[in-house]
């Protein structure tokens, strides 16, 4: 399984971004896929994830309400969309897959390579 995540850029503090999660190789279905980032000089964190059916996702405080977690198994995409960025929201951010549920950083099999987000004026 290999991911690609797309959408990153630079956006104006209020201003959203979709970030997409782009797999090849085996299908989606079986892997819950979580978003997670890493700014500068800090650790990388877990931004939000969702389960292999969609039916579970979950929230990193600083995000709930903010951005929107989905996935569409048939076009072997998971997205995020964010929505009210703040300067803080600037990272790298990561898409991982690991099998069926949700789980700690350490058991994420396969890792895209990141895509830079930055949220400035």
């Known amino acids: 399984l290999q991911l690609v995540e797309l959408g990153g850029g630079l956006v104006q503090p209020g201003g959203s971004l979709k970030l997409s999660c782009k797999a090849s190789?085996?299908?989606?279905?079986?892997?819950?896929i979580a978003w997670f980032r890493q700014a500068p000089g800090k650790q990388r964190e877990e931004v939000s994830c969702i389960s292999s059916g969609g039916d579970t996702a979950n929230y990193a405080d600083s995000v709930k309400g903010r951005f929107t977690v989905s996935r569409d198994n048939a076009k072997r995409t998971a997205y995020l969309q964010m929505n009210s960025l703040k300067p803080e929201d600037t990272a790298v951010y990561y898409c991982?897959?690991?099998?069926?549920?949700?789980?700690?950083?350490?058991?994420?099999?396969?890792w895209g390579q990141g895509t830079q987000v930055t949220v400035s004026s």
């Open positions: 190789g085996p299908t989606l279905d079986y892997y819950a």
């Open positions: 991982a897959a690991t099998y069926y549920y949700c789980k700690a950083q350490n058991e994420y099999n396969y």
